[in-house]
């Protein structure tokens, strides 16, 4: 079956006076219908500038270099990089929603909640404003919340739960296939945090459609993902199902974000922070751009930068060269990382 | 009445009892925190949680006595701070530093790190001479891991990582010798990557320096990996409802709200967090500082709540029978002798 998404070989640079950053490198992924895809990495990785992309959001400064965002529906496949502004405009919303990371900064500060849905609903063609009313409160409670009361409501006298409840209703409005959330449940509290995942799982299952969430918070993607893709300096360096990226990574950079965070349940295991920081992604080194932090580099490491290549699986793929160590290191075992090197 | 935990030896360095704060804020008054009592010994290190709004960065604003409480008296050394005066509260002034979340925020930008670490070892006299306070900073930015020293002297914090800097803003903080750290969300705003790297420099500075840390966070995680060998206290709505070692909190928690953020908290471990077992609390919605319910103020979310007696009594942070070193504020679990995490079960 086609992909709903396909991002082939995407590159993308910002221009600053230093000279052009690299922010996102000969990225490559597909998305299946109802498929959910969590992309982590650490700030500077390059995925929110990926994800923005894919709505062509992205600031002025930035410039896609090469590459195709392929987005296929029931009737055509489009290139977003190439669409014209009114198809554009239909593809923004009705195929495909965002929800940004700061719900509080997405409102109008001004209007009420019912003219943020009406506002939207107009800007997207629909003129019938009952029909607007109606489907905003069919949304509202989708999302578990009060329509009467909340519809009324400005967006300073909700909650930070409710605001993100009521983002989600919004980017639901017209019936996108696919859904990108950039950090949707970063600084909500945890009861707050869990309902809003229980509802992402639930409005899932109900309604079929796919999302591409952008996180340095592995626990979400441990909830939600059906894949996953780790993310350093701009570039792939692991793609694979959530279970084999949890529990048989093989790139050392996906292992050390594994090692980074702890846990409250099961052991502690060996946590441990990431040494080093990130490269600078104007003047990038030759050859594999983990080296500096990295526990397995050796000499053959910077000749050259690697190659995404299939590892235990076809559908399992690393950006490094000791991908075999790093099997040996953490086994095959479903058993958290941090605790397999704790008890090795 | 506070236990100090009987691990740590010695009578508690630091002690807030019955301690209370309000705010006025428009539409009347609220209680930020309402008659919390913490006793913190030598070198232990202890957690403070909740969510937004449970009164954990105001407790420790009186912590670090930054914020005189409305009533109830913070003891240092067997002393009460707020009736001290000039030098013995200057004396406590420097014993009890606090970290902020924000080192963006609270680094001045026009100083350089040399500036920023000298000011206050010139101000408190903490050197003999230029040469003296030059070879201070340097051995700071050795201990918070700044290596070499000299790459930082001159840096501004704009040429500093979050990490980076939040380590500066430790440096700051033990130029003065501090006997206390209150470190409030201090890795909440750096990368996930470089979180422990933070929390083992804490932990360093309490093994190493004797120094007491007391971190506030919301994220549990955090909390059981700091405090691994010392306690977590759990907040809701300005009350301290569990006291507990920090293994014993999140493996049985004793308190229905902290037995319902543990079971709430999704996992970096696919496995265990899609087949956790959830605590079903009555309502979401979380009561108003301003209009706080009768009794125990969790009891019209908790699952346990018994009408008549959670709504009528305010529970007392209370030793549970029976187990290792663990306080907890609810009725219904004092009453059985049992965590909560069990009695939901």
Redesign the interface.
């Given at each position: 079956m086609t992909p709903i998404l396909s991002v082939r070989d995407l590159s993308i640079d910002y221009r600053t006076s230093r000279g052009p950053v690299h922010a996102v490198r000969n990225v490559s992924f597909d998305i299946a219908k109802g498929e959910t895809v969590a992309i982590i990495g650490e700030s500077g990785s390059g995925k929110t500038t990926l994800a923005i992309s894919l709505i062509r959001l992205s600031p002025r400064s930035a410039r896609i270099t090469k590459g195709q965002i392929l987005y296929t529906n029931d009737r055509e496949t489009v290139d977003i990089r190439t669409l014209p502004d009114d198809e554009l405009r239909h593809y923004r919303w009705s195929e495909c929603a965002m929800v940004f990371q700061a719900a509080l900064n997405s409102f109008n500060p001004v209007i009420n909640v019912w003219e943020q849905f009406a506002d939207t609903g107009r800007a997207h063609g629909m003129k019938d404003t009952k029909e607007i009313h109606a489907r905003a409160q069919e949304l509202l409670d989708l999302v578990h919340l009060d329509p009467e009361r909340v519809l009324k409501a400005y967006p300073h006298e909700l909650s930070g739960g409710m605001k993100q409840r009521v983002l989600i209703a919004l980017s639901l409005m017209l019936e996108p296939q696919l859904i990108i959330l950039d950090e949707p449940t970063t600084a909500l509290d945890i009861l707050t945090q869990r309902s809003i995942i229980d509802l992402l799982g639930t409005l899932r299952k109900k309604l079929g459609f796919s999302m591409v969430f952008i996180s340095h918070d592995l626990s979400i993607a441990a909830e939600l993902a059906d894949r996953m893709i780790t993310m350093y300096a701009g570039t792939v360096v692991e793609r694979a199902s959530v279970t084999d990226l949890f529990y048989r990574p093989r790139h050392p950079y996906s292992v050390g974000l594994l090692r980074a965070v702890p846990r409250v349940s099961g052991a502690m295991g060996a946590v441990e922070s990431i040494p080093g920081s990130p490269p600078d992604l104007i003047r990038l080194p030759p050859g594999c751009t983990y080296i500096p932090r990295c526990p397995l580099a050796i000499a053959a490491c910077a000749e050259r930068e690697p190659d995404l290549v299939p590892v235990d699986t076809p559908e399992h793929e690393a950006r490094c060269i000791r991908w075999k160590t790093v099997a040996e290191q953490v086994g095959t075992a479903e058993v958290a990382v941090a605790e397999k090197i704790a008890t090795a | 009445m506070s236990i100090i935990d009987p691990t740590v030896r010695g009578t508690p360095l630091i002690e807030l009892d019955h301690v209370s704060r309000a705010f006025k804020v428009p539409g009347g008054s609220i209680t930020a925190v309402d008659s919390v009592s913490l006793a913190i010994a030598a070198s232990e290190a202890l957690c403070i949680v909740g969510?937004?709004g449970c009164g954990k960065t105001t407790t420790g604003r009186m912590l670090a006595g930054i914020l005189r409480p409305t009533s109830g008296r913070l003891i240092y050394e067997g002393q009460d701070v707020w009736q001290k005066k000039g030098h013995d509260l200057s004396a406590f002034r420097q014993a009890v530093q606090l970290v902020h979340q924000d080192p963006y925020a609270s680094l001045n930008p026009t100083r350089t790190v040399f500036q920023t670490l000298s000011a206050p070892i010139y101000r408190h006299k903490k050197a003999k001479g230029n040469r003296d306070a030059t070879n201070r900073v340097r051995h700071l930015l050795d201990v918070v891991g700044l290596t070499p020293p000299d790459d930082f002297l001159s840096k501004y914090p704009h040429q500093l990582?979050g990490?980076q800097r939040q380590r500066v803003a430790i440096a700051r903080a033990l130029t003065v010798d501090p006997r206390v750290i209150v470190a409030d969300e201090a890795v909440s705003m750096v990368?996930?990557?470089?979180?422990?790297?933070?929390l083992?420099l804490l932990l360093g500075l309490r093994s190493e320096m004797g120094v007491s840390i007391v971190l506030i966070t919301?994220d549990?995680?955090?909390a059981?990996?700091f405090a691994?060998e010392g306690r977590i206290g759990v907040m809701y709505l300005g009350r301290m409802v569990e006291l507990a070692r920090s293994e014993a909190l999140?493996s049985d928690p004793a308190h229905p709200y902290s037995a319902?953020?543990?079971a709430?908290?999704?996992?970096?471990?696919?496995?265990?967090?899609?087949s956790?077992d959830r605590v079903t609390?009555k309502t979401?919605d979380?009561p108003s500082l301003l209009a706080l319910p009768p009794g125990c103020t969790f009891h019209p979310r908790c699952p346990l709540a018994e009408p008549g007696l959670c709504d009528v009594l305010v529970p007392e942070l209370l030793p549970l029978a029976g187990r290792e070193v663990r306080e907890v504020a609810c009725h219904v679990a004092i009453r059985e002798r049992q965590p909560a995490a069990e009695l939901l079960a």
């Open positions: - | 969510e937004s990582s990490g990368d996930v990557s470089i979180r422990i790297s933070l083992n919301h549990l995680a955090v059981r990996y691994r999140v319902a953020l543990i709430a908290i999704p996992e970096a471990d696919p496995r265990i967090t899609r956790k609390l979401a979380v």
